[in-house]
T-cell receptor, first 116, second 115 residues
Framework: AQKITQTQPGMFVQEKEAVTLDCTYDTSDPSYGLFWYKQPSSGEMIFLIYQGSYDQQNATEGRYSLNFQKARKSANLVISASQLGDSAMYFCAMRERIQGAQKLVFGQGTRLTINP | EAGVTQFPSHSVIEKGQTVTLRCDPISGHDNLYWYRRVMGKEIKFLLHFVKESKQDESGMPNNRFLAERTGGTYSTLKVQPAELEDSGVYFC?????????????FGEGSRLTVL
């Protein structure tokens, strides 16, 4: 079963507009973490933001914020005032813990294109 | 401070050949992870080292894949013999602590093409 679902394979947004990238997850572990990574065309994976399952407030990092809706099991990434340099693949991931070992489980990614 | 480095950045080999990918984690990071992304699909976990020990290798696809981390520093991932379905981008990541925060640093990946 898919544990991390990103339903938008591609998105096109006008520069300076805000954009929301969707992510839903599935877990029975009460303690989990949600991550967003950006992968530009150069290939590296850049950490953007993290939300812990027990965090009371939505995480924010500069222009990035995470709209965490625990009951809906969603962790959407919001980018405010988009820039051309935001064009990239974006991956949502969840920390999974099985028998004491931790690892990240990724979604399929969303390709974001910012138009001038 | 140097980030996670991977070598080679791109490797093209024929089916049946052997390829060895190398990852140098950030100095002092005990946790080292290998992930793989096959074209158009999600990034999948392969295995996790804590120092030189394999903490979790549940994601290794089959016994054609062998990962080592001698001395707890750099790691190698060998594919022998390579098959067409092994093509993809292999990412290495390292962290100092357990995954309780976002402090997981990725390399730029090694793209493997098997012809």
């Amino acid at each position: 079963a898919q544990k991390i679902t990103q339903t938008q394979p591609g998105m096109f947004v006008q520069e300076k507009e805000a954009v929301t990238l969707d992510c839903t997850y599935d877990t029975s572990d009460p303690s989990y973490g949600l991550f967003w990574y950006k992968q530009p065309s150069s290939g590296e994976m850049i950490f953007l933001i993290y939300q812990g399952s027990y965090d009371q407030q939505n995480a924010t990092e500069g222009r990035y914020s995470l709209n965490f809706q625990k009951a809906r099991k969603s962790a959407n990434l919001v980018i405010s005032a988009s820039q051309l340099g935001d064009s990239a693949m974006y991956f949502c991931a969840m920390r999974e813990r099985i028998q004491g070992a931790q690892k990240l489980v990724f979604g399929q990614g969303t390709r974001l294109t910012i138009n001038p | 401070e140097a980030g996670v480095t991977q070598f080679p950045s791109h490797s093209v080999i024929e089916k049946g050949q052997t390829v060895t990918l190398r990852c140098d984690p950030i100095s002092g990071h005990d946790n080292l992870y290998w992930y793989r992304r096959v074209m158009g699909k999600e990034i999948k976990f392969l295995l996790h080292f804590v120092k030189e020990s394999k903490q979790d290798e549940s994601g290794m696809p089959n016994n054609r894949f062998l990962a080592e981390r001698t001395g707890g520093t750099y790691s190698t991932l060998k594919v022998q013999p390579a098959e067409l379905e092994d093509s993809g981008v292999y990412f290495c990541a390292s962290s100092q602590l357990a995954l309780n925060t976002g402090e997981l640093f990725f390399g730029e990946g090694s793209r493997l093409t098997v012809l």
